[in-house]
């Protein structure tokens, strides 16, 4: 079926006709500057709309000249098809042969090609021309792209444009975009309209979006509302992939907003200092691509600074490819499969380009063999390996269906089913925190961290051996891993490991005390047994016991663990026999008197106020009293 829309891209060297051909086929005189219309020459992207068959195409026509190879590159990336215009009397040129290789590197697939400038030269000329163009093609996606003789001469008349109306239609016909269903748009302008403020446009690269929807920009990772659409100067309720769009940004200034900014849907994209590519160098390219040399990346419709990081060699001859970082002085936002192209700083030139395999990653070494081969599996085809790579490589990873759209390039709708099979099949494990959202991960690489996670606790029980149970902060504190409590809650389903308010231990593993630590222990009991509601600071608890304060405290928390000792809040704990028949003398007060002051419950139990106020408040913690000002009625909590 072919695409209801697409971009098709003009392409070639300057003063070869672009613009005058889209003139010629849509009416529309894209050089819009004044400079540009002084000069005769197209310095900026310029914009028209065209009707191929069924399908709707917004043309980018793209400007020639070596200097304006920037601008160029900001409307290559969204270009789906392919208009190059070669013309008769210069033949094939530099600009010719860089905008070719920018197409391939970015991944153009369809192209049709405009011989123009046609009653300028004879038959037997235009013949070779068609030659050189297709020596140029030889060995690209556009070998066999239709040459069409043209000519648009000034007043006309004009011949070939029929033709070449055609040859583009039955082009669109054949592409097939690839669409992730979630929405995503380089900026390629920023203006004002009075009466509405800012409006930014761009080609939408997937999705759609629709009047009133929330968008996060980047790169200042800011969610703002969508006032109102155009598509052409057209108000439209929605947009969608392959559509030239307008958009009425809310409570935003237009200076805010610069070419390369990005709009996606929010949750999408997550910016990164660091990404992890296939990196091809151009066949022809002059020089090789150098490890650790600054180059130009051009990623979607901006520029961006880089250090190149080859993880393999040293240097990338003409005609091979690698993997490699790219290091960014700020960070980018990217999606796997991005295609980008890298450009030397001095002298400016195209010497390769790449594809992202990693948007969001760390700096990796030359000596992780193991990671890099994991990375070449997300170039497969397939997104079930893909899916299973990235998650190895990450170790464990939360795969919602933003995150493998962004990390795989598995569209939302098509994630759940897939995390399905892939779980079903053992491929991966599914771990559950309650109410968190699962994490994935290899089976093996579960039964390494189980093992890691299980000798911890084994190390902590023997290092604290009057704690009943190890707690959550300490272990994650040990084995630093993000996602600890999920495999843990996973090990006590299993009856591996016992959870408690206290935290975690290796079952049937318990408290194990020597016979004076048991002989202290039951001194303490005893001297909060006859302190009753007013129990001792730890002060006078070492001097009733004759112990040190540094042996007292794991014994106390100890007491508490085993439900003998009831911890108040502070310094403050008491006999658990004491506490349930302070509760009990309570809750008969309370059926007598709805309301008690603290003085009141003070002179029930028979105690100071000193202990009065931490009882009353330890008691509305638990729900057993509820304070209304200065006085407590009774709560919910039962005896």
């Not at 914009?47 to 920037?70: M, N, S, T, Y």
């Not at 994490?439 to 690489?445: C, D, G, I, R, V």
């Amino acid at each position: 079926m072919p695409p209801t829309h697409l971009i098709l891209g003009t392409a070639g060297h300057i003063d070869h006709g672009k613009t005058s051909l889209v003139a010629a086929l849509t009416g529309v005189d894209t050089d819009r500057l004044p400079e540009e219309k002084q000069r005769g020459m197209t310095i900026d992207l310029g914009f028209a709309e065209i009707q191929l068959g069924d399908c709707q195409a917004g043309v980018i026509d793209v400007p020639g000249h070596e200097r304006f190879i920037k601008n160029m590159l900001a409307g290559a990336g969204a270009v789906d098809l392919a208009l190059l215009v070669v013309a008769a009397d210069d033949s094939v040129m530099p600009q010719t042969r860089e905008h070719v290789a920018i197409l391939r590197l970015l991944g153009v697939r369809h192209a049709a090609v405009a011989l123009t400038k046609c009653d300028l030269k004879e038959p037997d000329w235009l013949e070779l021309v068609e030659s050189d163009i297709r020596q140029c093609l030889a060995y690209t996606r556009f070998a066999d792209a239709p040459i069409v003789r043209t000519a648009v001469p000034p007043g006309g008349p004009n011949t070939g444009i029929d033709e070449l109306l055609a040859a583009l239609t039955a082009a669109a016909a054949d592409c097939r975009p690839a669409d992730s269903g979630v929405f995503r748009m380089h900026v390629d302008r920023a203006f004002t309209v009075a009466g509405r403020g800012t409006v930014v446009t761009g080609a939408v690269a997937s999705g759609g979006l629709s009047e009133g929807d929330a968008v996060e920009w980047f790169p200042p990772a800011k969610t703002i509302q969508v006032r109102g659409l155009e598509n052409h100067g057209r108000p439209v309720s929605d947009i969608h992939r392959g559509q030239r769009a307008a958009i009425n940004l809310a409570k935003v200034h237009h200076t805010e907003v610069h070419r390369g900014d990005v709009l996606a849907t929010p949750g999408l994209l997550r910016p990164s200092q660091w990404i992890t590519a296939r990196v091809t160098a151009l066949a022809d390219s002059p020089r090789p691509l150098k490890h650790r040399a600054r180059y130009t990346t051009h990623l979607g419709a901006a520029a961006h600074p880089c250090e190149l990081k080859l993880l393999q060699s040293n240097e990338l001859p003409p005609g091979e490819s690698a993997l490699a970082q790219l290091k960014f002085a700020a960070p980018v936002t990217a999606l796997w499969g991005d295609a980008f192209v890298l450009r030397s700083e001095s002298p400016v030139e195209t010497l390769g380009g790449g594809t992202v395999l990693q948007p969001n990653t760390r700096p990796i070494r030359r000596s992780e063999a193991d990671l890099l081969q994991r990375l070449t599996k997300l170039e497969s085809t397939s997104p079930a390996e893909r899916v299973t790579a990235a998650i190895a490589v990450a170790g464990y990873s939360p795969a919602d269906s933003l995150t493998l759209c962004r990390e795989c390039g598995v569209p939302p709708s098509n994630a759940p089913a897939l995390l399905d099979q892939l779980t079903k099949s053992k491929a991966l494990i599914a771990i559950g925190s309650e109410g968190k959202q699962p994490l994935y991960t290899l089976p093996e690489t579960l039964e390494k961290y189980v093992a890691e996670l299980l000798a911890t606790l084994d190390q902590l029980h023997a290092k604290s051996p009057t704690l009943a149970a190890i707690p959550l902060a300490e272990l994650k504190a040990r084995v630093k891993n993000q996602h600890t409590e999920g495999v843990l809650n996973q090990l006590v389903k299993e009856g591996t490991v016992a959870a408690s308010s206290q935290g975690f231990a290796l079952a049937g593993r318990g408290p194990s005390l020597s016979p004076d630590q048991e002989s202290l222990l039951e001194r303490i009991l005893a001297t909060y047994r006859t302190r009753g509601l007013q129990p001792p600071t730890a002060e006078e608890l070492a001097e009733a016991t004759a112990a040190d304060p540094a042996e007292l405290r794991p014994l106390v928390t100890l007491a508490v663990d085993r439900g003998q000792l009831v911890h108040l809040g502070g310094p403050w704990f008491v006999d658990e026999a004491a506490e349930s028949d302070a509760r009990r003398r309570l809750d008969a007060a309370f059926q007598e008197e709805p309301l008690l002051t603290v003085a009141q419950i003070r002179d029930i139990l028979e105690t100071s106020r000193k202990y009065a106020v931490p009882l009353c408040e330890y008691l509305d913690g638990i729900g057993f009293t509820k304070r209304r000002g200065d006085q407590r009625t009774r709560g919910n909590a039962t005896l």
